[in-house]
T-cell receptor
Framework: DQQVKQNSPSLSVQEGRISILNCDYT??????FLWYKKYPAEGPTFLIS?????DKNEDGRFTVFLNKSAKHLSLHIVPSQPGDSAVYFC??????????????FGKGTLLTVNP | DTGVSQDPRHKITKRGQNVTFRCDPI?????LYWYRQTLGQGPEFLTY????????KSRLLSDRFSAERPKGSFSTLEIQRTEQGDSAMYLC????????????FGPGTRLTVT
């Protein structure tokens, strides 16, 4: 039973345009949502997070939006750059009744930004 | 380099052999995690240490798997009697107590069981 779902395995955008990566979750008890980025041959890197009490968090070119009623979050990258090409994972900490320190990841979306 | 390091980066072993991986976390991080990632999947939690105490183990961690973190510094993950299904990327991560969700990952150890 997947707690976080990333339904798009891949996304291709042109340099300078907006990239929108989506994630759906099942449990309304999650209090934090995170995005990680992974380049080939490297471990995932923390990118940005959002608390469940907020609906938007911005950090430079990266903005995460949270829609609690729809149990949906999205990561916007504006403008997209070729160096953003990577696999993006959404993640949630723990699960209802369990530890809040382990992360549960989605399957990831491969973003390709074309020059 | 003060990031998380893992050794070896690659390991090829025959079915039935034992393997051991090492992880050196960021020095001031007291929390250490092991994850496993297979092709097309996100990382899956295996186990978690706070200092030297192993506080949680996933059901994915069968009896053939054991992890230690002596003295609360580096950690080892041992797999006994390896099976082909153990082939995966094994990732180690560490974090600070006050920011447990921001986990810093190492580059991983890719295990191939033939």
């Amino acid at each position: 039973d997947q707690q976080v779902k990333q339904n798009s395995p891949s996304l291709s955008v042109q340099e300078g345009r907006i990239s929108i990566l989506n994630c759906d979750y099942t449990n309304s008890m999650f209090d934090y949502f995170l995005w990680y980025k992974k380049y080939p041959a490297e471990g995932p890197t923390f990118l940005i997070s959002i608390s469940s009490i907020k609906d938007k968090n911005e950090d430079g070119r990266f903005t995460v939006f949270l829609n609690k009623s729809a149990k949906h979050l999205s990561l916007h990258i504006v403008p997209s750059q070729p160096g953003d090409s990577a696999v993006y994972f959404c993640a949630v900490p723990g699960r209802s009744g369990g530890s809040n320190y382990k992360l549960t990841f989605g399957k990831g979306t491969l973003l390709t930004v074309n020059p | 380099d003060t990031g998380v390091s893992q050794d070896p980066r690659h390991k090829i072993t025959k079915r039935g052999q034992n393997v051991t991986f090492r992880c050196d976390p960021i020095s001031e991080h007291n929390r250490l995690y092991w994850y496993r990632q297979t092709l097309g999947q996100g990382p899956e939690f295996l186990t978690y240490f706070q200092n030297e105490a192993q506080l949680e183990k996933s059901r994915l961690l069968s009896d053939r798997f054991s992890a230690e973190r002596p003295k609360g510094s580096f950690s080892t993950l041992e797999i006994q009697r390896t099976e082909q299904g153990d082939s995966a990327m094994y990732l180690c991560a560490s974090s600070l107590s006050g920011r447990p969700y921001e986990q810093y990952f190492g580059p991983g150890t890719r295990l191939t069981v033939t």
